[in-house]
Every structure is written in C-alpha cells, then in structure tokens.
C-alpha cells in the first residue's frame, strides 16, 4: 500500500466515523443542556450538575445499551447516596471514612446485575457525598432526582431524536460484502496474472474485516434498541431481524475468505496450475456477492442472489489443481454454503446445492 492509499484510508475512516457519530453528538450537546435547564429552572436545584452528567453518560456518542446505562446510573447513584449518607452521618467525614464509604458502596452495588457504569457511579456518588456535602442535609436526594432528571431527558432525546435503525446496519453489512468481493476478485486477478505478491496484499485486506464484523453486530443491536425507544421506528424490526440473521453466515463468509486468500497465496507461491475455470468462478461468485449486498441492504428480495449463487455452485470446478488450489476450491464451497444461510436458506438445503459442482471430465 502506497503512503497516498493510506492516508486515503485514514480519510474515508475518519469521514466515515464523523457521518455515523453526527447524530449522536447533536442528541448528547442538545439534551445535556436541556437537562440542566430543566433540573435548575423547573425543579429548583441550585447546582443540578448530575443532570447533565447523568445525559451525557446514557447518550454518549454510541447508540447502544442507552436503556440499560438509564437504569444503571440510577441504581448505582441511589446506592452510592445512601451508602455515602448513612455511613458519614454516622462516622463523620474524613480520608478513611472515603476508603470506608467507598468500599462499602462498592459490596453493595455487587448485590445487582451490575455493569462497570453502576459500580463507578456507586463510588462516584458515595465520593461526593463524603466530601461534598454535610450528613444529613437534602443534597443526597436532590443529586438522585438530577440523576433520574438527565437520564430521562437523555431517553426521551434518544426516542423523538432517534436516527435511522437500518441506515448504519445496511452500511456495515454493504461494507462487509463490499470487501468479500473485493477478496474473491482480488484473488482471482491474482490468479490470472501468477502474481504472489497480488495475493498477499488480497489476503492483508481479508485480515482487517474482523473489526467491522464486530462494528456490523453493534449496528445491529443499536437498531433493535432505536425500535425500542422509538415507536415510530418499530415497523423497522422485521427488517433489522433479517438483517441480524445475515450477520453470522456473512462472518462465517469472511472467515473463509481468509483462509482462501493465505491459500491462494501458497498456490502461487508453490508454482501450482489452478484450474482454468477456478478464475471465472471466483469473478462469477464475486459478481453473486454484489447481487446479494444490494438485496440485503435494498430491503428486497434475496432470490436473486439465491439464484446468482446457486449458478455459481454449478459451476465450481471438482478438481483445484494443487493442493492449495483445492482448499481454495473448498472454500468457495463452504462460503457459498453460508451466503446461501444469509439469503434464508436453511443449512442442509445450501450443503446440497454446494455440492452440486460440475462434474470432473477427466
């Protein structure tokens, strides 16, 4: 990769990463200050700087886990507030009644089904209160209704603000086809030409969708939580659903795209003849791949990547050519098995039809 490539890289990531964080961003400065106004003007407080906090916290700049993130920062300041009460009205405040306060906040955040935002927040809020405030005063509980006040203004920007469920789902799975594409042309030109070093960079880029996998399932589960937040968005679900079940068969795809590439690498590392029809099956399946990234992302049909696919299958040769070329040969035919999965086939129908190779003449 050339130094223009990469920093083209870098640009269209970053430009990437701006276009899906816009939204969020705007959610999170708009309801912060919303928070505070109404925290301060509305309800009285002096102070309200938990409102604010507690907002920016349950928005972020992602878009998942808002409802459970709501539900932790209540629970953790409610129980970091009454420990931090009870214990300084008690013992009075100083440095080892912290450590005291702190641990005991701590073991009872324990006792819920806790993430690591309900434990900070329980420490946090005992913190504050041991040092902040005076035992006994109306502090403590004023803090838990700011709390409460930034996390439901942080919900309620979330369900009349909501982006698009299926916008950054459908974008992460064009762009997961988008690169197994490129693999089994990548791989293909590769052949064509007895370039090694061709292969090389194809298997590189086959090595760096894992993180978009990881970043496609995300996009998935913040879609299905938009749907809840959201009623409008609700008549979006049965679309994420089918998106969802795209996800692991096209993983599974991208896997075996790895192992293809390092093997066509080999192939022409070891100076092995491939098949002369293993090349135009690599560019026909790629050319199914792109059928099936625009129906999947569409909303449409999948019979036509089905069908795209299963001409495919048809065509795959019975014999590589080499031992390379032959898990090659096995790769495609396991990747057509899980791009048939992503277009609802079930798994022993898509075994059948990838073994439907032509047969060998010699």
Avoid: K
């Amino acid at each position: 990769m050339t130094a223009a490539e990469g920093l083209r890289r870098i640009a269209r990531s970053r430009t990437r990463r701006l276009r899906d964080s816009g939204l969020p961003i705007l959610q999170c400065a708009l309801a912060a200050g919303l928070a505070f106004l109404v925290a301060r003007n509305v309800v009285g407080h002096a102070l309200p700087f938990f409102a604010p906090i507690a907002c920016v916290l349950v928005l972020g700049v992602g878009v998942t886990n808002r409802l459970r993130r709501s539900v932790e920062l209540a629970v953790g300041v409610s129980v970091g507030v009454a420990v931090g009460d009870l214990i300084v009205a008690a013992i009075g405040p100083g440095w080892w009644q912290i450590s005291v306060v702190v641990g005991l906040a701590l073991l009872a955040a324990l006792l819920f089904d806790v993430g690591a935002l309900l434990l900070n927040q329980a420490a946090v809020s005992a913190v504050l209160i041991a040092t902040l405030q005076p035992p006994g005063t109306t502090a403590a509980f004023s803090r838990w209704i700011d709390t409460l006040i930034g996390a439901a203004i942080g919900l309620l920007t979330a369900a009349t603000l909501p982006s698009h469920p299926l916008t950054r789902a459908r974008r992460g799975l064009a762009a997961l086809l988008d690169e197994l594409e490129a693999v089994l042309t990548g791989i293909a030109d590769a052949f064509e030409a007895g370039d090694a070093e061709a292969a090389t960079a194809v298997l590189e880029r086959a090595r760096a969708t894992q993180g978009r996998v990881d970043a496609l399932a995300d996009a998935v589960d913040a879609g299905f939580e938009i749907t809840t937040i959201a009623p409008q968005r609700r008549r979006h679900r049965g679309e994420l659903a089918r998106l969802r079940a795209a996800v692991r068969p096209v993983d599974l795809a991208l896997r075996n795209a790895r192992v293809l590439a390092r093997r066509g690498y080999a192939a022409l590392r070891d100076g092995e003849r491939p098949d002369a029809d293993l090349v135009p099956v690599l560019r026909r399946f790629a050319e199914a791949v792109g059928v099936l990234r625009r129906e999947l992302t569409t909303g449409e049909s999948t019979d036509g990547a089905r069908v795209a696919l299963l001409d495919t299958a048809a065509e795959v040769p019975a014999r590589g050519g080499g031992y390379s070329a032959e898990v090659v040969l096995a790769q495609v035919r396991s990747m057509l098995v899980d791009l048939l999965r992503a277009t609802g086939m079930d798994r022993d129908e898509a075994v059948r039809a990838a073994d439907r190779s032509r047969p060998d003449d010699g």
